[in-house]
């Protein structure tokens, strides 16, 4: 299945494009673990939603957000809490992504390949809570200190959450650059609290082999933090290994409300 992303206009919403109609989806309840994504060229950031419902009806249920580089990115994205769907629900997803920081325009094309889901799921977790991307679409950097594994400052995600957050993963794209041929090593915190006052809930490590333009996609916490209560300021830093800056991109990917 490929499906287009809007040319030319960064974090414009491409159109839905079916996956599985209703007459193709499981007439049982059922639940999706996930994605797979193919072609993913010349952009650093996109994202994606998943959608329920008729054509020019649909709901989002799920964002996904990812990483790609100059050359194509493949892979898979599954859920930490698989996705609910009624039965007979079709399926449609869209997106969106930023043109990258040289200016050059945006790659039209996109593939995805297969949903991955169960048929009438007992005894696992799932949930209708949507999986969400902070901050929606807007690029957000962090730039890390010149001294090895000394913390960058705090790089505010949101003033004041409008719901409680369950931290489900740290997403981190490459922003342009070019890590070291030695490879890279990069922790990022993530706090909560008023600046300069932040609690560290989670901390999570990302590192390349080579030297390249690379994105590192998304690093899932292994459970769901459940640490960010509405109301809440949420902030990142970083350090890595070497005694230079890099920057590089951070969203978060968390369950709104209550699960």
Known sequence: MVFAATAGAAWTNGSWVEIISAGAAPAVDWAIDGVHIEGILDIAEIEYDIGFGAASAETVVSTIRMGGNTNSVSGSVLFPILLQAPASTRVSIRTRNRSETSGVSLTTQQW?????????????????????????????????????????????????????????????????ITFDNSGEE?????????????????????HTRQSTDVSQGVVMDPIL??????????????RHRRATTVTFNVALQYYGGSL
């Open 225 to 238: 933090i459940n640490a960010i209560p509405s109301g809440s300021r949420v902030a990142v830093r970083a």
């Open 186 to 206: 990069i922790e990022i915190d993530v706090g909560v609290g008023a600046a300069s006052s932040e609690v560290v809930i989670t901390t999570v490590r990302v």
């Open 112 to 176: 995805a390949k297969l949903l991955y889901y169960l048929n009438r799921p007992t005894g696992v977790s799932s949930s209708a809570a949507v999986l969400k991307a902070a901050p929606a679409a807007a690029l957000m950097t962090i730039t890390t200190s010149a001294t090895a594994w000394a913390n960058s400052a705090w790089s505010q995600v949101e003033a004041s959450t409008s719901e409680d957050w369950q931290l489900a993963a740290v997403n981190v794209t490459e922003a342009g």
